[in-house]
């Protein structure tokens, strides 16, 4: 079984850098890919992940705020949060 992640992150080089390390674990796959976290939301609910990787500070809607509303749309995926901070 695969597992399924969703990678929200506003920053290119940090998305490219995270989407990159999963390259050598077949068993897991980035299956999309947000930079804000309206489209994280969105996506969630369109393409179903198993796990979201939620950047923490995003410019139009926090990952703490779009985490609650994936939840609330979907309380089964799992979301770690990411931060420098």
Not at 3 to 29: A, C, H, N, V, W
Not at 49 to 73: F, Y
Request: charged fraction near 30%.
């Amino acid at each position: 079984m695969t597992i399924k992640i969703l990678l929200t992150e506003d920053q290119k080089l940090m998305r490219i850098g995270i989407k990159s390390l999963f390259d050598d674990y077949p068993e897991m796959e980035v299956i999309g890919e947000a930079v804000s976290g309206k489209e994280a939301v969105e996506k969630a609910k369109l393409i179903k992940p198993d796990i979201v990787l939620m950047d923490i500070g995003l410019s139009d809607l926090s990952g703490i705020e779009a985490s609650k509303q994936i939840l609330e749309h979907n309380s089964k995926i799992k979301i770690i949060i990411l931060t420098s901070h």
